[in-house]
């Protein structure tokens, strides 16, 4: 079994049945070619590459192979290639795409398998086209570009300019574009959303009152809910950037994570809490900033709404998980601090941990997974609770 079999949905299942052929081309940028195909691969795909000749003096038929997991098609044969890869596959990236074959992609000309194999797709299925190359080059071929980009079902890319070079996207934005042109998105999955990451209330137009949070524990929660082909949306106060494939929104206070939640739960199947939420606000926010001179400033605070009660009262019949974090107590208050939460919420489940033992932003922690009928210590990694997570809920 070639490795690649391997990495098939490690990320998501958001390309599952998905074939596609990756068409590299003479740019540099080749050697990042074996990178976006396992990517794709990760969440789905199964991935067929195609190289133009010149290609080979950049990056070698075996590297290609080892990153698509098939045999690397370089010229066109008596097996008819571009007809067999338009007849099995879904769409064509091409990746990257220099002056020259975007030119001739443009202008119908077919002598080479990379282009004629897009001749093959243009208009009738997906392609992507992102290009590498210098930016007199770009400047040079802008019709071109212009005339693709107006065709049904094309998607050139923009490229990011370096050093007077038009360099080709990076691939997760590739593999972000390839998930929202190819996936089955609408396809009928349990929809999760995830409330992760810290929140910040503002002292004045400088200051904000915060914690710690590393918002690891969202992001763990997240990936493995799309590992498991659920529709999973976050929304994301501070700490850890949410992976680009999938959705998320950014907040910032208390009041913006309740706001956005109270909005996207109405199509969630299961809302999750595991932000670090602020209990408290500046009654009042200062115009500007305080003065540094002032040596006691005192600021008064309010207590800011309880986001799983306000969850529970809209949604009364949604899934919800919540979480409580403590601070140097035995495991029997632990118990029985969140399982006072549970009832008081009216909760599916809660997960308690105890942060004098492993503290925001540990890669480890020790967590109390309790519901209506039972209490599980869990420990390990936020990957491996994750998946207990995910197992649990699944069974609700």
């Not at 990936?223 to 680009?244: A, H, M, S, T, W």
Request: one cysteine or more; a neutral charge.
């Amino acid at each position: 079994m070639h490795p690649t079999k391997t990495l098939h949905g490690a990320k998501s299942k958001l390309l599952d049945g998905k074939k596609l052929v990756v068409a590299v081309t003479s740019s540099i940028a080749a050697i990042e070619a074996p990178r976006l195909m396992r990517e794709l691969i990760r969440h789905g795909a199964e991935v067929y590459c195609i190289m133009t000749e010149e290609t080979k003096d950049i990056v070698g038929k075996y590297s290609l192979e080892f990153g698509c997991g098939n045999e690397v098609m370089d010229k066109i044969t008596g097996k008819i290639e571009h007809v067999d890869l338009y007849n099995k596959c879904d769409g064509m990236i091409v990746f990257p795409a220099t002056a020259n074959i975007i030119s001739k992609i443009s202008l119908n000309i077919a002598d080479n398998i990379v282009n004629t194999t897009a001749m093959m797709f243009l208009e009738k299925k997906p392609i992507i086209i992102a290009p590498s190359m210098h930016q007199n080059m770009l400047d040079t071929v802008r019709d071109h570009i212009k005339n693709l980009s107006e065709k049904n079902n094309v998607f050139v890319m923009g490229s990011k300019m370096e050093e007077e070079k038009a360099k080709a996207i990076s691939i997760d934005e590739v593999s972000k574009l390839a998930i929202d042109v190819f996936s089955d998105r609408k396809e009928e999955r349990k929809k999760v959303l995830i409330l992760s990451g810290g929140t910040a209330e503002p002292i004045d137009k400088v200051r904000v009152i915060t914690n710690l949070s590393s918002g690891k524990t969202g992001v763990s929660l997240a990936e493995e809910f799309c590992r498991q082909n659920y529709d999973v949306d976050v929304i994301k106060g501070l700490g850890k950037d949410v992976p680009y494939y999938i959705n998320s929104e950014n907040v910032i206070t208390s009041q913006e994570m309740l706001k956005k939640a109270l909005e996207l739960g109405e199509s969630a199947d299961i809302i999750i809490s595991c932000a670090a939420i602020s209990d408290y606000a500046p009654e009042t926010n200062f115009e500007g900033k305080l003065s540094s001179d002032i040596k006691t400033q005192v600021i008064k605070l309010k207590q800011t709404p309880k986001v799983l009660e306000e969850l529970r009262k809209k949604f009364p019949k949604k899934i919800i998980v919540g979480y409580k974090a403590e601070y140097g107590i035995n495991l029997d208050e632990l118990k029985e601090k969140a399982i006072s939460r549970l009832e008081k919420y009216n909760l599916d489940v809660i997960i308690a941990n105890d942060l004098s033992k492993h503290y925001f932003g540990d890669d480890l922690n020790e967590v109390l997974i309790i519901d209506k009928e039972k209490a599980l210590k869990v420990s390990g990694s936020k990957d491996e609770i994750s998946k207990k997570i995910v197992e649990i809920v699944n069974n609700l």
